[in-house]
């Protein structure tokens, strides 16, 4: 097994909203804001070379909706899907399986392409796995996550007829397991992978960035924050006291990073590059 951090740019997102109650005064400390009241993050993904199988977790944004709608999220950075795989020698008709976490169009987007008149799978040799909870959720949006379930990036996966649903407690695969969180959104899924003798957490959107992990530190978008903060507690006693290391999404300068116990709880211990830990 090999494991491959996949860049492919940047964009902004409001500040409060990232952070919900958590005053400016303070997340500005990790995440200062544009004039706009912009932070910048990124979509960082993980791509995992398992035997006969090249996994790619969530797709980014992708680059098929119009002009209107990249205008409120300031896409930019020279990083890009294709030229990240390519720099490890890859083509994305060489992925089996994509691992999409959720269906919000920043985890999904680049599932799907436009081509002509037509939206087709971006990856058209892979499997797509989603869950049929968090699936049905999403085809079904409530009014507070419409916006974020669109239905051009999620229909044409089940049209194509790629689209496998994963069950709740069986793994992935002999190195792969499926966490699940269900604050930010239904049925969230947390690929945990172990890999050289370490476990490796991809935390979606329940960790976004470094900036987020005391507890309070919940995303207004979270369709119940409550569940988030009990499902942290949980997630940040079992990080703490196994030593896992957290693959981070949104983070726009730290990739990875382990927590510890503090007289505060439990917060930052250490950043690095995944290609850093492990070579």
């Not at 997340?27 to 035997?51: H, M, S, V, Y």
């Not at 049929?132 to 990036?153: C, G, Q, T």
């Not at 239904?186 to 957490?201: A, D, F, H, R, V």
């Not at 903060?229 to 730290?254: A, G, T």
Request: glycine share 8%; hydrophobic share 35%; proline share 5%.
């Amino acid at each position: 097994m090999r494991l491959y951090t996949i860049e492919t740019g940047f964009f902004k997102l409001d500040g409060g909203a990232m952070f919900g109650v958590v005053p400016k005064s303070l997340w500005q400390r990790t995440n200062p804001a544009d004039e706009r009241n912009l932070c910048t993050w990124t979509n960082r993904l993980l791509l995992i070379e398992d035997g006969n199988q090249l996994i790619l977790v969530d797709t980014a944004i992708g680059d098929k909706q119009d002009e209107k709608f990249f205008s409120h999220y300031f896409l930019h950075g020279d990083a890009t899907l294709d030229g990240s795989l390519a720099k490890y020698g890859f083509h994305r008709d060489d992925i089996t399986d994509v691992i999409l976490t959720h269906l919000h169009f920043d985890h999904c987007g680049g599932a799907i392409k436009r081509d002509g008149e037509r939206l087709l799978p971006a990856f058209k040799n892979a499997r797509f796995w989603s869950n049929e909870k968090h699936w049905e959720w999403a085809i079904n949006p409530n009014p507070r996550e419409k916006a974020s379930f669109l239905r051009d990036n999620i229909l044409p996966i089940q049209e194509s007829g790629q689209l496998h649903f994963i069950k709740d407690g069986e793994p992935f695969s002999p190195n792969i397991d499926i966490r699940y969180a269900y604050g930010h959104t239904e049925s969230m899924m947390l690929p945990q992978i172990c890999y050289q003798g370490k476990t490796i957490l991809y935390m979606a959107d329940l960790l976004p960035s470094v900036g987020h992990i005391p507890l309070p530190y919940v995303m207004g978008y979270d369709v119940r924050p409550l569940t988030t903060m009990e499902e942290r507690q949980h997630y940040w006693q079992e990080i703490v006291d196994n030593e896992y290391i957290l693959f981070l999404e949104h983070d726009p300068i730290n990739a990875c990073c382990t927590l510890q116990h503090t007289e505060k709880g439990v917060r930052l211990k250490e950043t690095f590059r995944l290609e850093d830990m492990f070579g």
